[in-house]
């Protein structure tokens, strides 16, 4: 049910209430006015009757004072039989008005005069209905028919009767004052009743515009504006927030939640304003955000198409960004975000306004920054930008009170030059970015056509690697690890190789991203563990100097996230027969420092099998050393760009001696990797570290090179 089909209904409530009660009060008037007439009939009839008895009592009155008095006058007449002398007083009896006849008659009840002048009924009985009652009564008495009063009196001379007179009075007078009294008595009522219906009439005239008024002003007052606060509410719902209601100057209840409605409504345009505003905007930095650039690139590139301008699009990444995460904490990450991005805008403020340039950031550590030519070139403006930034942004940054390095790399496309479409154009500088990472990081690259090459490249690469494995392709070298102590070999760690079909030997240096980023490696890990793990068990049975060394097993970060590292490292022992503690697993500091939680889990999982674990590339993360004791390691493999500085830089001879000491302390077993020159290995050597590899002592080789060493 709409919500206007019920403001409709709430008037219309109204108007059927006010309808029912008008009808109700018409009812009852007309049962009033009918109760009136009926009332009015019985009044009429009443008085009518009444007056019947007052009017008819009279004439029986006079009527018998005067049958009375002139039966007195005929005694003596009657008795000396004066016919004359009693016609004389009938006669005149029957003068007086209302008289109808006059009877006299002897004891026998005949006629003797009747007041005319030749008495034609002379000697006859008198025969009327009355005449009975007339004779045989003993005084005066009165009888009546509907038009005639009869009053007899017996004529007496003493005790003896002489017979008797009648008097018939005509009732019709009577009657005809009682109609003419009942019709003035009904014509007065009925005026009375007029009056009052129409006092009646005027009330309910009255009552109905009453009514037709208030619900004029329910309409007005409450329906119309709550039907107005309906239509507001709906606008709203449907979206458009800025729909307002009109300002209330009302006191009553419904100004006051108009005024509230009001507010509401502007509280919930705020709302979306702020919620608009928190879509376009990145949260951390206050910079535009993926959506609002993109929104913005799309309407530039619309304006420009054909204008002759040209565009800039560079895209910023901060080098090795996760480290920080990984290894200071996400804080700390957020803090070198926000300044990354002041330093990028006060680069970018340099040249152009904001009509002209725009930044935003694409969440995590990438920053997009679009520059407008105008009469400058775009590619000088982008060049001079790009070098800035790759400067400003290699200053250290100060975190949580330490000094942080970071580097970043940029890629540079230009409209219309690169590509005509958005979607291209963002593509295009997301390869020259790559490209500027794959060259060595902290750098800028433009885009160029040959970088969809190398994009190709790689993506044919992850094709041919796929299957690899299983068409041979890929196989395991193994390095030489030497105790620094007494110049034992005591191991060697399994290092993949990839012999393509056309491209011959590929060092994983170049493969192993591409494995790690489809996925592939999550195939080919264990591959390498099962492999690894065999040869060492050959070297164990089939030579005599090949006892007790130790194979070292490569993990990615992707291979330790899954989770069934432990579970595949325990079925891998079991099937080859190698001893656990003959298995060392190399895993990256950055690998173990991503999720320290899981990870330490994990790693107390596999180090309960007996295998031992080793950190590889010590000392490139910003783990600190004070790490080591919250990682559950059995060794650390200090990173090949340390070692080869030691002869030369005091730092790194420091740092190294220092690793050692800690990892001792700690009873961690230290590995050298990268040692190239006699100089470094006797140094090594001088400051305690435990094993070393390196192509100074021995190059990776094939499993036949590598048995012969043995023996
Ligand atoms: P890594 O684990 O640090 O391996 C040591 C790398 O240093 C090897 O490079 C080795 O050939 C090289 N190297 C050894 N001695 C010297 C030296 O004296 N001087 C110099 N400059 N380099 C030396 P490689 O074989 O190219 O491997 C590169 C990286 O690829 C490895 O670094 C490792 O992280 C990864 N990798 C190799 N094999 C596998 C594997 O089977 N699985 C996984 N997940 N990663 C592997
Ligand atoms: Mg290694
Ligand atoms: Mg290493």
Not at 371 to 391: C, F, I, K, Y
């Amino acid at each position: 049910m709409s919500l206007r089909w019920r403001m409709r209904g709430l008037h219309a409530k109204f108007v059927l209430l006010a309808g029912a009660t008008l009808l109700l009060m018409l009812v009852v008037v007309l049962l009033l006015l009918q109760r009136q007439r009926s009332m009015q009939e019985e009044v009429v009839a009443r008085s009518g009757e009444a007056m019947h008895q007052l009017v008819f009592e009279r004439l029986r009155e006079r009527g018998e004072a005067v049958a009375a008095q002139v039966s007195d006058t005929l005694v003596n007449p009657l008795y000396y039989f004066d016919l004359d002398a009693i016609g004389v007083i009938a006669r005149n009896l029957l003068r007086q008005p209302d008289v109808r006849y006059v009877l006299v008659y002897d004891n026998n009840g005949n006629i003797l005069h009747d007041g005319s002048g030749d008495i034609p009924t002379y000697g006859q009985a008198m025969r009327d209905p009355l005449a009975y009652e007339a004779v045989s009564a003993s005084g005066v008495h009165a009888q009546w028919t509907e038009r005639v009063l009869d009053i007899s009196s017996p004529i007496r001379l003493g005790e003896q009767r002489l017979g008797g007179v009648r008097i018939g009075y005509s009732l019709d007078a009577v009657h005809a004052d009682e109609t003419r009294a009942a019709s003035a008595l009904g014509e007065s009522l009925e005026a009375l009743g007029t009056r009052h219906f129409l006092g009646i009439g005027i009330a309910f005239a009255a009552l109905v515009a009453l009514a037709a008024f208030a619900s004029l002003l329910v309409q007005r007052t409450l329906v119309r504006p709550i039907r107005e606060l309906a239509g507001v509410a709906q606008e709203i719902e449907a979206g458009n927030f800025q729909a307002s209601v009109a300002p209330s100057g009302r006191n009553d209840e419904l100004g006051e939640l108009t005024r509230a409605f009001g507010r509401m409504a502007d509280s919930i345009a705020r709302h979306d304003r702020e919620i608009r505003r928190m879509a376009y905007t990145d949260a951390l930095t206050g910079l535009a955000n993926r959506l609002a650039f993109r929104e913005s690139l799309d309407q530039r590139l619309m304006q420009l198409r054909g204008a002759g301008r040209e565009l800039a699009l560079l895209f910023a990444d901060i080098d090795d960004f996760k480290r920080v995460n990984d290894t200071l904490g996400h804080d700390a990450g957020d803090e070198v975000l926000v300044q990354f991005a002041n330093r990028i805008r006060t680069a970018v403020e340099r040249y152009g306004d904001a009509e002209d340039t725009l930044l935003a950031r694409f969440g995590g550590d990438e920053f997009v920054i679009l520059l407008q030519g105008g009469p400058h070139d775009v590619r000088g403006m982008a060049t001079g930008l790009a070098e800035t930034l790759v400067e400003e942004l290699a200053r250290p940054l100060v975190v949580q009170g330490r000094q942080v390095f970071l580097g970043t790399s940029i890629g540079v496309t230009l409209f219309p030059e690169d590509a005509a479409g958005a979607t291209a154009l963002m593509k295009n500088c997301d390869i020259a970015m790559y490209q500027a990472k794959v060259a060595g990081k902290n750098c800028y690259r433009f885009y160029s056509r040959a970088m969809d090459q190398a994009v190709e490249r790689s993506v044919r690469m992850e094709q041919d690697l796929r299957g690899a494995w299983g068409r041979g392709e890929l196989s395991l070298v193994y390095q030489p690890i030497y105790r620094l102590g007494d110049g034992r070999l005591v191991g060697a760690e399994a290092l993949l190789r990839w012999n393509h079909p056309e491209q011959g030997s590929i060092a994983p240096a170049v493969f192993i991203d591409v494995a790690e980023q489809s996925g592939l490696i999550e195939t080919i890990g264990p591959e390498v563990l099962r492999t690894a793990c065999n040869d060492a068990m050959r070297w164990h049975r089939d030579f005599p100097g090949g006892e007790g060394l130790f194979v070292s097993v490569n993990v990615s970060p992707r291979q330790l996230r899954s989770g069934e590292l432990p579970a595949q490292v325990a079925a891998t022992l079991r099937e080859s027969g190698l001893p656990a503690a003959q298995l060392h697993l190399e895993l990256t500091e950055t690998a173990v420092l991503g999720d320290e939680v899981h990870a330490s889990a994990l790693l107390s999982r596999l180090r309960n099998t007996g295998v031992k674990v080793w950190l590889d590339d010590f000392g490139t993360g910003f783990s600190g050393l004070s790490h080591l004791r919250r990682v559950p390691a059995d060794g650390v493999k200090i990173d090949r760009s340390f070692i080869s500085d030691v002869l030369r830089d005091p730092d790194d001879l420091a740092l190294t001696t220092a690793i050692i000491s800690m990892a001792h302390s700690l009873g961690i077993t230290v590995v050298a990797e990268g040692v190239e020159k006699e100089g470094q290995y006797a140094i090594l050597r001088e400051r305690g570290c435990d094993l070393a590899q390196g192509y100074w002592i021995g190059h990776p080789v094939r499993y036949e090179e590598f048995v012969s060493l043995l023996a």
